[in-house]
């Protein structure tokens, strides 16, 4: 262990406070620093902080700094090193032909958890990828507008109707790395006219972030550049009602968060929602619908690596509360929105990494235009 994980030293607790006063014994003005800090997505306080049984005169204790440590340790998991990125590129890439596998094989009559269980088995038995970075969201039909579907109280558990949409989420873990990518496409594998555009829609909010996201380019400013495409084909498709307003206007009136509740994406790396969000020096969270959900604000850096998962749902209580909100109700054409009712949602996630040379790689490799997902469905190759 103490090789493969590069430390000086590994020892048994009942150790530590020998070892430790034998080395601020040789140490001038040791400091001992300990892990405290914020949690930014549950608001609890992370705080490991030792205790040590035989420091009879507090020595030990008085020398405990508690605040150095952890925005340090944030900074240094948001950054990326050479082989970080080589892990991510990895378990992305394994995750990739995972979904695609699912892709390939699922079919009307499976069962929601039926395609978690393809996905598991791929990744552990292909690439020893024993564990999953969070619990599977294999969701079709209405709960495709489920957020945070397939847990314990809502488990997969549909059975795939010939004319549901599917939309899964599921990401391998390897060597504690964690990938995070969402598919969505037609349970019988042939895009409907319904179905489409709202795919597109995401599809082309994804390329606008691609299009724009290199270092010094502001998050916020990503989430909006996806939002602006969804309303704007909301808008095409009738559903939306620009008035006199532009598209941007809109999105400054946040409708967004009416369509995409969730933030733009987040940092990845040794958590599935990577720490380092909204540290000191960096932009604040944001307190306005939709943007209050963004994992950080952070302008993008070389060697930040990220998810890029724009969505477009059409959730019940949010739509309601838009119809009896005075600002968004001029907005929605109710006739249009009514038949999405019930319809479920789309999202596309991808992992990218920002690199130094001022590009947007993307790390995910699954089929994502109409023709490459119909054409995997049907059982094509993939890579074509
Ligand atoms: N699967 C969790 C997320 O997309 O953030
Ligand atoms: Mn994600
Ligand atoms: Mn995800």
């Known amino acids: 262990w103490k090789t493969h994980y590069e430390v000086d030293r590994v020892l048994y607790t009942h150790q530590l406070t020998t070892?430790?006063?034998?080395?601020?014994?040789?140490?001038?003005?040791?400091?001992?620093?300990v892990m405290k800090g914020i949690n930014i997505d549950s608001g609890n306080?992370?705080?490991m902080a030792p205790t040590f049984e035989d420091d009879e005169d507090s020595s030990l204790t008085s020398l405990v700094d508690s605040t150095t440590l952890f925005p340090i340790l944030a900074e240094c998991r948001v950054i990326k090193s050479p082989a970080e990125l080589q892990l991510l590129e990895h378990v992305t890439q394994v995750t990739?032909?995972?979904?695609?596998?699912?892709?390939?094989?699922?079919?009307?009559?499976?069962?929601?958890?039926?395609?978690?269980?393809?996905?598991?088995?791929?990744?552990?038995?292909?690439?020893?990828?024993?564990?999953?970075?969070?619990?599977?969201?294999?969701?079709?039909?209405?709960?495709?507008?489920?957020?945070?579907?397939g847990h314990a109280g809502e488990p997969n558990s549909r059975q795939l109707q010939a004319d549901d949409n599917c939309l899964f989420d599921m990401g391998a873990e390897y060597q504690c790395y964690?990938?995070?990518i969402t598919c969505s496409f037609p349970a019988n594998g042939k895009f409907?006219?319904?179905?489409?555009?709202?795919?597109?829609?995401?599809?082309?909010?994804?390329i606008a972030v691609y299009n724009m996201a290199r270092p010094g380019v502001s998050w916020v400013d990503c989430h909006k550049a996806a939002e602006t495409v969804i309303l704007q084909s909301l808008a095409t498709l009738g559903?939306?009602?620009?008035?006199?307003?532009?598209?941007?206007?809109?999105?400054e009136l946040r409708l967004g968060a009416v369509f995409m509740p969730h933030g733009l994406g987040h940092f990845i790396g040794i958590d599935t929602h990577d720490v380092g969000?909204?540290?000191?020096?960096?932009?604040?969270?944001?307190?306005?619908?939709?943007?209050?959900r963004l994992r950080t604000a952070r302008i993008l850096q070389p060697n930040m690596v990220l998810t890029v998962e724009p969505g477009c749902y059409f959730i019940d209580h949010l739509m309601d509360e838009a119809m009896k909100n005075p600002v968004y109700a001029p907005h929605l054409r109710v006739d249009k929105l009514e038949e999405y009712r019930g319809y479920g949602g789309v999202r596309l996630e991808d992992v990218v990494w920002i690199t130094p040379q001022g590009d947007c790689v993307n790390f995910t490799q699954c089929p994502r235009t109409i023709s490459e997902v119909e054409h995997v469905m049907a059982g094509g190759h993939w890579p074509p």
């Open 239 to 251: 559903i939306i009602d620009l008035q006199d307003k532009t598209v941007q206007e809109l999105v």
């Open 96 to 149: 990739s032909m995972a979904h695609t596998y699912v892709m390939r094989n699922i079919q009307p009559g499976m069962w929601e958890f039926q395609a978690e269980s393809l996905f598991r088995h791929y990744t552990y038995y292909n690439f020893g990828s024993r564990l999953q970075s969070y619990t599977s969201i294999c969701g079709c039909g209405p709960n495709t507008a489920i957020l945070h579907y």
């Open 178 to 180: 964690a990938s995070d």
């Open 19 to 33: 070892c430790l006063q034998e080395i601020v014994n040789q140490t001038p003005q040791a400091k001992i620093l």
């Open 277 to 292: 969000g909204y540290l000191p020096g960096h932009p604040e969270r944001i307190a306005q619908p939709g943007l209050q």
């Open 192 to 206: 409907s006219t319904k179905y489409q555009p709202i795919y597109l829609a995401v599809l082309n909010a994804q």
């Open 45 to 47: 306080m992370y705080d």
